[in-house]
């Protein structure tokens, strides 16, 4: 039985080392990132300069060519505006948002050349899966801007698509809200032949990375492509999976709502207008951005006609309210789980107003902790005295192993029948943490995607509740203090309420189980794990003083 239990409990280990291998991004990738993001910063404008030809020049037709002879006195320009939730600067190169400014909490979304992307949110068309990954000159190059009123500025350009002249237009327009503007797309056909797109589409995706800027060896500080197909709201994580293989650029098909990309914090996801997109693109590859597209139909063009796609943009925090705000259809990627929700909103709120009596989101969280074991306390209660009631009869219980030895299963069922004679509950000391989960499951998603929390320090060497409490790093491993804490008063706890009924199996799982728990809650948010800590301090202090009083009685 000891060795079955050991196998258990090595394949337990085993099932979370590998669960939590293969989700937490790879250090190497992230550090990689980095490494490449300044030499990619500045050789994103050499490379474009290398797909741009002259406009006789007979190059790549998946590759839309900007054509110098048009374009060459224009000069780089930007433009600021200002809307009721944001700061906005654009630039005619690329016609692209080069900085956005969240006024409410002054955080800047865009990142700059830090990364392995053009820095910016550059709302890009592509005309190929080729141009989708790679890019295309319309990124590097200066477009014609003309300002239209207050909240609106057109982008232009002309370029050579498969041979023919192409003018393309972009259209932003804000509006005061603030989270919300539109983007509209102008194909123009000024040539004198039908312009054919290939594959009858074009795709148009936002952008690869969007902020604020944070550690990403982290692995709650990562991005993720997302998208909604058939009114299912989903997320693009990189790497192939368990049984298939990676693949450069991931693809599904279906009615494609929306597509974007989400932060930690934040969201950004265009929606077409009046029209569905058939096809969903995701750029798969171990060293970019995550950069989700929508394949959208584009019919051949007529000298002199036009194409019109428009897209609606959300630009904020994932909130359900402001999500909704803008189109129901935004709610589901607030990736919040409806059945926690009303848990993590009273769990937010009540940390909000008990800091308006502190000032330290950390205080404020032990106060909240001492709360919610007062209105679990008729629980404790209830469950001390269950394990109470089994320690007294652990004499009797002793009297049955030893009289049945040879036989386990007329000893457990000697035992349950014990149990029940005395209405002893052997499963109620465990009642109290399975009915805390639903408060616990609601604190890690407060601390996971809301933003009240983000920076929150608390005191001593605690200086971010929404992350580890890391003190030193050896050998790229991080040293946390709290996990190290929550595992010495789990086994501390352990030893105050377990009855010594011989059984080994026990013994063994008392021990594994706070390794397992110091194995998940390592690199978790220190203000989770602060709190199963302050959890456990209670539970230990409630067993010393009714130990005492027990023993008097």
């Known amino acids: 039985m ?114 392995k992307s053009n820095g910016c949110l550059d709302f890009a068309v592509h005309f190929s899966t080729e141009e989708f990954l790679n890019g295309n000159g319309l990124t590097g190059e200066l477009w014609n801007i003309r ?20 003018r393309i237009e972009k259209v932003y327009k804000f509006t005061d809200k603030g989270y919300d503007f539109s983007i509209e797309y102008r194909f123009v056909n000024t040539g004198k032949q039908i312009i054919a797109f290939k594959n009858s589409a074009a795709i148009f995706s936002p952008s690869e990375i969007l902020g604020p800027v944070l550690d990403y060896n982290n692995r709650y500080n990562h991005m993720e492509g997302i ?66 597209g929508m394949l959208v139909d584009m019919n051949n063009l007529a000298p002199g006609s036009q194409i019109v796609r428009s897209f609606r943009v959300y630009l904020g925090e994932k909130d359900k309210d402001m999500l909704r705000g803008v189109d129901p259809k935004l709610v589901g990627a607030s990736d919040v789980s409806t059945i926690i929700e009303p848990i993590r909103y009273f769990v937010i709120w009540s940390l909000m107003w008990i800091n308006k009596l502190f000032g330290n989101l950390g205080w404020s969280l032990v106060v909240f902790s001492v709360l919610t074991k007062i209105v679990f306390m008729p629980l404790t209660k ?54 805390q989960m639903p408060f616990f499951f609601a604190l890690y998603s407060a601390l996971i995607n809301s933003i009240d929390l983000w920076h929150a320090p608390f005191m001593l060497w605690i200086k971010d509740l929404s992350m580890p409490d890391t003190v030193l790093s050896i050998s790229g491993f991080n040293v946390n203090i709290l996990p190290l804490l929550m595992t010495a008063s789990t086994l501390i706890q352990q030893k105050q309420t377990m009855v010594d009924t011989g059984n080994q199996q026990q013994k063994i799982m008392m021990y594994m189980m706070p390794v397992i728990l110091l194995f998940i809650f390592w690199n978790m948010p220190s203000g989770l794990v602060l709190y199963w800590f302050l959890q456990n301090l209670y539970q230990i202090l409630n067993q010393v003083i009714v130990n005492k009083v027990w023993k008097k009685a």
């Open 147 to 166: 300002k239209i009123d207050d909240r609106t500025l057109m982008f232009f350009t002309d370029v050579i698509l498969d041979g023919k002249p192409l």
């Open 382 to 435: 209830k469950s001390t005295e269950s394990m109470k009631k089994m320690q007294e009869l652990n004499p009797q219980i002793k009297k049955l192993q030893e009289k049945y030895k040879d036989k386990p299963d007329v000893i457990q069922r000697e035992m349950m029948k014990l149990y029940k004679d005395n209405k002893v509950n052997p499963m109620g000391g465990c009642l109290p943490i399975l009915l």
């Open 2 to 115: 000891e060795r079955r239990t050991l196998l258990a409990v090595a394949l337990t280990m085993l099932v979370w080392t590998g669960w939590f291998w293969y989700f937490n991004p790879s250090k190497n990738i992230q550090k990689n990132y980095h490494q490449t993001a300044q030499d990619q910063g500045q050789s994103t404008g050499k490379a474009v300069e290398n797909q741009v030809s002259s406009a006789g020049q007979n190059i790549n037709t998946s590759i839309a060519t900007v054509r110098p002879d048009l374009n060459k006195n224009v000069k780089e320009e930007t433009v600021k505006l200002v809307t009721g939730k944001f700061n906005f600067e654009l630039s005619n190169r690329g016609a692209s948002i080069i900085n956005a400014n969240y006024r409410d909490r002054n955080i800047d979304l865009v990142f700059g050349n830090n990364f």
């Open 227 to 292: 998208y909604s197909t058939d009114g299912k709201y989903k997320q693009n994580v990189k790497g192939g999976g368990f049984f298939s293989k990676p693949t450069d650029l991931s693809r599904k098909e279906g009615a494609i709502d929306y597509s974007g990309l989400m932060s930690r914090y934040f969201l950004l996801i265009m929606m077409p207008k009046d029209f569905v997109s058939r096809e969903m693109l995701f750029d798969n590859r171990a060293n970019t951005g995550y950069r989700t």
